[in-house]
């Protein structure tokens, strides 16, 4: 399903976000806007990755617009993950600051969990190996809605 969304005279694009953690995985860590569009003089496209929202009261640095990291660990060698470390859900209502009402452009919001093991890793701990060396030992699971399609007049 995409959303396409029409001009609002005068306004900018503004978005409520709202993500809860599935019980069965690891807390959430942060949420990010996707913003894409392409120039129209060069023609060349841009994408901008913008974290909006921090787990654990921390704030996106303003000039990079990224999360500090949150001290969310993973012990490999039996998968554990921190404890009251992350958030249960994450909302925000985000106002894009550099809209222009004349662009075409793409929105998507991605949430990411706190890392955990890999697949191959938690085989390697049910089998008291030691985890393969040529590929992490954690990944980060990501969840991301449909896109939202702005369009000028």
Not at 75 to 92: F, M, P, Q, R, Y
Request: net charge negative.
């Amino acid at each position: 399903m995409c959303l396409d969304l029409a001009p609002s005279e005068g306004k900018a694009l503004s978005f409520l976000i709202w993500a809860m953690r599935d019980i069965n995985a690891a807390p959430l860590q942060r949420v990010q806007i996707i913003k894409g569009w392409v120039d129209r003089v060069t023609g060349k496209p841009h994408e901008e990755v913008i974290d909006v929202l921090c787990s654990d009261g921390l704030m996106p640095d303003p000039e990079t617009n990224r999360c500090p990291d949150n001290g969310a660990r993973v012990n490999i060698n039996d998968c554990s993950i921190s404890k009251n470390v992350g958030a249960s859900e994450l909302k925000t209502l985000w106002e894009d600051p550099d809209f222009d009402p004349s662009q075409k452009a793409f929105y998507y919001v991605r949430v990411l969990e706190n890392p955990t093991c890999r697949w191959s890793t938690w085989d390697a701990v049910r089998e008291g190996i030691k985890p393969r060396s040529d590929i992490p030992a954690t990944i980060q699971e990501r969840a991301w809605s449909s896109p939202i399609w702005y369009e000028p007049n």
